[in-house]
């Protein structure tokens, strides 16, 4: 048998084709950043334990088993010799009558080895395939199995191994190496079964426990001495036959070997070829899109009530950055949600950019105001998607950390690196449920935990029923059912608005007036209706339909904004499906006549003279323009000018004035909403598989690596020479071409060096040109350049 | 998307269109769940609370079918958080029920131990038991059936009560159907209590509330304890009991301010059973005073605390409420339903209109502007005064000489509440007034000479709608008067303004001074009856003259 090495693996890897190599590449983008010189340099880091951890924790459970059952085999295995092995671990496959499960299993296999191929877990040629250097240690303890016996009795003391090998083997006399002697008569099912029918029925109770995993378990003073006719506990008796073993001062663990017998051939458990189905409830997907449509229009709405409630009583920002328990609990009361589902507002609020930390306050930011106009499909796109890539826990909120202080909503310390994967991963699987099926959050995890078994990153379980829950909230799905906007969201294909909109209120152009002096919007307004009737009127409920109330104030406050009765009548009659109904007409004159009678203003000072005559000499001076003087009474002006500088002024002028104090200065400011600018909040793009164009470009420079070192070594690899026009007419054509050239270059010590070029550009007496061996774009010195050859074989 | 009429709003309030054509099988589907909040002329809002889906469970309803109508009847899709919600509160009702127990007398069980461990638990549910009698039910102490019932409420388990009813003490009531028959809806809702056991009967003002109280006192052939609000209902009631049962005035005692008989039907004032001497309830006996078979409460919204308490002992009897609406000023819907019963009965109110069953009055403002040096007077005037300087302002009395005329064939009434006003009201009108002083002898006599139409204008105070029986007016002026409640003026307004004869609404004239207190309260008036339904205008003192402006 050959031994195998990394050369082996990196030839096989060589021999790959490039379209097999960027499919690699793609599936393990950690194994270009950066990019190997060459691809020796690919297969050493594609064996490295952490990039084949890596690409482990990709596998699903089904091409785990696969690679696992390879690692067990001692030698290199074909694919019909695992087909045998794998039957016999599925329910229903090692008859060979071939059951439902068992014809699956052929073509998964199949799949499953492409797969493990692709991604260099395995390689060899068909008919000896072999676990890629590094495999083996990575998988180490394969499917829960525990260490061979050679390891368990490695520091047994040889007295202990001959009382061993005494009462298990009756042929034993003494003499030779006792760990191997002792590791092939436990590999022997005959030794193994005899052994097992001579301990108590407790024993083999214990025994069965370990067989399937854990393989180890614990037992104070492991290491004792103990012989078969010596033992007293079902344990001893497994200890004393081999069947056990201590692997440290309180660990025992049941050797590979022994496992393997008592698993009767099987490497795992009922193993199953394809994921678990998803379960759950089947609803009719109409109306589960309806119902998701409600949410989602729901939420939309919830996002902006917040963001208008926060643009005039913003609450502050803490000091270690975040929202206060007391500020989440009322904007909780305020939106009508239970608290987790406010912090979800908030927090997607955020991730979506429309809220930003400004002064010390949470605000709105600008791009809340972009948002707010569009449509609401279209919004809850913006939303839904910022949910879905951040890389946030908003289900967290209100637990404590580990330092047992309160989790804000809006912290810092509520980012969970893989919170936004485990959320693609959950959409992903929703995603493929089959219409109308509301699938139960036990089997979406039993599904995810088949799709990738090694990764359980912290909290998975309890991030993927947050997922659901939000998922619920936000419209992706709808009575659990995820709706085909939601499905959208998943797929990431910008569509979701599209398909949300024919589900969505459509905006109407008028409301119904009622004598109770209220107006009932039946469905979204159009922008500029919607905006004149809350200036007029108080909105005093909301949903699919808007209510208002008209009362003194709200129409005071329309008359106040300049309109005049006369016009908020016609507005009303104009959208109206009703006659006006004469208490509101009548409220709305009765408001208007008391409106205005007294007039407010504002002057920052005054100038006051018994004497008008004086005053009319004051405003006649042309100097006094500047003062912004007005007359409001024969004997007193008001002026917007500071009582200091008036003061000043008159004197200029030639009075002669004195400063009242300042009672009745009427200073009168109106809080606007605020704003700040706000960086757009950190969006995280979920761990996307690399684009085609930096693959392609990556295996180029590997390949293009392997191309340079070759001819090195090739005999007569001498850097080329050639004539320089010669060689500018080459580098001409193979710009025109778009072809390789071998160049010899000058390096500037001077140092003769040769590089693999794929020429772009040539002026001002440089050569731009794609450096394949060092993957960059470089300019060349043409006078440096010593000569040009043909890209070797 | 559908075409539903019914709009869902995310604060749980439904919104129906009344003129749409699914509107009244709308009506019907939801009006089990939610309550009927406001009726303005085109919108009425119902509300889904707790207690709405819980009467709905209580009537047999599952959360299926609420959910069905919610989503069959929505225009727009349903929030999926609303019908989570109505889903989750309903199957919290009925997980624990009061049941009667051979040895144990009354005992406490469910179907979901988990819930009643929750329950158990509370330190205000563990004086109220007893003995644990095994994991899923646990002994009450029979007189502690109203309160745990009320407790439980508030934890959030209402608990189902089968354990059944006393039959009291047998007394022979039946209908006298001479010259007028039971209306259909009043027999089902007679019909529903019954079946029920206990529970609470809503119709709207003027539907005929008594005669569902006299078809449930036939259904029940016991010994009755009638609980009304005031001395004038305790009149209506006997007067309505004569007339359309087989009672006589002999069965049919009074226990009142001025009266105390028990007899085997009594009729009692909330008042009087209110009435503290010391520290302590003078009148509590009377429940005890025979064995009722049936407790009547009138106007079950307006229940006062004490009643409730007294209630809470009384829960082996058959209790029936009767009431215009389930919203209290006060919150305490929720007592209702725990100690007199869900609802049982729900009139479709539109379609009781409809078949001329109720016609809403018509209301109308008309509003008095005050002279410069009477707007001065009342700027000036201490807080504490300025509602009777604006209220009795000379300009009233002008409007209201005008708004006579203009009814000059119909019977008026006008009502006040300073003595001063009125007297110079009578004199320029030429009209009696009846005020507190006036003799119940001279009462009677007028009030009789105005249904006789002898008379056709009365003055009354408003002490005086309190202590005698006020006769029905096509017209009614109001010319002064605060009110309590909003609801309170609803059912004197609604006693008032029955239906005419010849089917039409009555009018209901208020008389107000611009710009001042009075308008305040009067708009709160006119909220209240738009959303009642009632047609509602303002005008002008002005326009008084005119040929009937308001149309």
Known sequence: ?793 | MSDGPLIVQSDKTLLLEVDHPRADECRKAIAPFAELERAPEHVHTYRVTPLALWNARAAGHDAEQVVDALIGFSRYPVPHALLVDVAETMARYGRLRLEKHPIHGLVLTSVDRAVLEEVLRSKKIQPLVGERLGADSVAVHPSERGNIKQTLLKLGWPAEDLAGYVDGEHHPIDLREEGWTLRPYQREAADAFWHGGSGVVVLPCGAGKTIVGAAAMAHARATTLILVTNTVSAHQWKQELLRRTTLTEDEIGEYTGTKKEIRPVTIATYQVMTTRRQGTYRHLELFDARDWGLVVYDEVHLLPAPIFRMTADLQARRRIGLTATLVREDGREGDVFSLIGPKRYDAPWKEMENQGYIAPAECVEVRVTLGDDERLAYAMAESDERYRFCSTTPAKTRVTEALVRRHADEQVLVIGQYIDQLDELGEHLNAPVIKGETKIKERERLFQAFRDKEIRVLVVSKVANFSIDLPEAAVAIQVSGTFGSRQEEAQRLGRVLRPKADGGGARFYSVVSRDTVDQEFAAHRQRFLAEQGYAYHIIDADDVGEEDPAR
């Open chain 1, 1 to 793: 048998m050959r031994k195998m090495t990394g050369t082996d693996f990196g030839e096989w890897l060589r021999g790959r084709s490039d379209e097999r190599l960027r499919a690699l590449v793609a599936a393990r983008p950690e194994l270009v950043t950066p990019v190997p010189a060459h691809i020796d340099g690919l297969a050493a880091r594609a064996c490295s334990p952490s990039a084949i951890g890596r690409a482990l924790d990709r596998l699903d459970r089904f091409s785990l088993s696969v690679l696992e059952t390879l690692v067990l085999r001692p030698g290199p295995a074909d694919r019909e010799t695992l087909l045998a092995l794998l039957a016999r671990a599925v329910p229903g496959g090692s008859d060979g009558s071939g059951g439902s499960v068992g014809e699956a299993l052929g073509p998964a296999l199949d799949a499953a080895l492409d797969l493990l191929a692709t991604r260099a877990l395995i390689y060899g040629p068909e008919d000896a395939l072999r676990p890629a250097p590094g495999v083996a240690e990575a998988l180490d303890p394969p499917a829960a199995l525990g260490p061979p016996v050679a390891e368990v009795f490695r520091h047994h003391p040889p007295e202990r191994l001959d009382v061993l090998l005494r009462d298990i083997d009756p042929a034993y006399k003494g003499g030779g190496p006792a760990v191997a002697r002792l590791a092939a008569l436990l590999a022997d099912p005959a030794t193994v079964a005899r052994l097992v029918g001579e301990v108590s029925p407790q024993a083999r109770a214990a025994l069965d426990e370990l067989v399937w995993g854990p393989a180890s378990g614990r037992l104070p003073n492991a290491r004792r001495d103990v012989d078969a006719a010596s033992a007293q506990s079902p344990i001893e008796q497994l200890l004393a036959r081999g069947l056990l073993g201590a692997t440290g001062e309180e660990t025992v663990a049941l050797p590979r070997e022994v496992a393997l017998v008592l698993r009767d051939g099987r490497v795992h458990r009922d193993l199953s070829p394809g994921p678990p189905a998803l379960e759950g409830p089947v609803r009719d997907q109409d109306l589960a899109d309806r119902t998701a449509a409600g949410q989602a229009f729901a939420f939309v709405r919830t996002v902006e009530e917040l963001c208008e409630v926060w643009s005039v009583d913003p609450p502050g920002v803490l000091r270690a950055g975040g929202l206060a328990v007391r500020d989440l609990r009322r904007t909780a009361q305020l939106l009508d949600l239970p608290e987790w589902a406010a912090g979800l507002v908030v927090e997607v609020a955020h991730a979506a950019g429309l809220v930003a930390v400004g002064e010390g306050d949470w605000l709105p930011t600008g791009g809340y105001d972009g948002w707010r106009i569009k449509a609401t499909e279209d919004r809850w796109a913006v939303l839904a998607d910022a949910w879905a890539t951040m890389e946030r826990a908003p289900g967290l909120i209100g637990e404590r950390d580990d330092r047992d202080r309160p989790l804000n909503a809006l912290h810092p310390d509520l980012r969970r690196p893989g919170a936004a994967q485990m959320r693609a991963r959950t959409l992903a699987v929703l995603e493929s449920a089959p219409p109308g099926l509301a699938p139960t959050p036990e089997s979406v995890l039993a599904r995810l935990a088949w799709e990738q078994p090694r990764r359980r990153p912290a909290l998975r379980d309890r991030l993927v029923r947050f997922a659901l829950r939000e998922a619920e909230h936000i419209g992706v799905t709808g009575l659990g059912v995820p709706s085909s906007h939601g499905r959208s969201v998943a797929r990431g294909d910008g569509g979701a608005a599209g398909l949300l909109a024919p589900l969505l209120p459509q905006a109407v152009d008028h409301v119904l007036l009622q004598a109770d002096l209220t107006a009932v919007a039946p469905g979204p307004l159009t922008t500029d209706l919607g905006r004149r009737l809350a200036l007029m009127a108080d909105v005093e409920s909301k949903g699919g339909a808007t209510v208002y109330r008209f009362s003194e104030q709200s129409i005071r406050r329309a008359l106040d904004a300049g309109h005049s009765a006369g016009d908020l009548l016609a507005m009303l009659e104009r959208h109206s499906a009703t006659p006006v109904p004469q208490p509101l007409a009548y409220l709305v004159g009765d408001v208007a006549r008391r409106h205005g009678r007294i007039r407010v203003g504002v002057a920052s000072a005054y100038i006051r003279c018994d004497d008008p005559a004086l005053l009319d000499e004051v405003l006649a001076d042309k100097r006094a323009h500047l003062l912004r003087l007005r007359r409001l009474a024969p004997t007193v002006l008001a002026s917007k000018t500071s009582r200091a500088a008036l003061v000043d002024s008159l004197r200029a002028m030639g009075y002669a004035p004195v400063a009242e104090s300042l009672e009745g200065d009427v200073v009168v400011a109106r809080a606007d909403a605020r704003r700040t600018e706000g960086r757009l909040a950190a969006r995280v793009t979920a761990a996307a598989a690399p684009d085609p164009e930096t693959v392609t470009a990556a295996v180029r420079a590997m390949r293009a690596g392997d191309s340079r070192r070759r001819p090195v070594e090739a005999p007569g690899g001498e850097v080329p020479r050639s004539p320089a026009t010669a060689t500018i007419s080459a580098l001409q054509e193979a710009i025109r071409q778009g072809s390789r050239v071998w160049i010899g270059y000058l390096d500037s010590q001077g140092h003769a060096t040769s590089r693999i070029l794929e020429p772009a550009r040539m002026e001002g007496g440089y050569l731009t040109a794609y450096d394949e061996t060092r993957a960059t774009v470089h300019r060349f010195a043409l006078h440096r350049i010593t000569g040009i050859g043909e890209i070797g074989g």
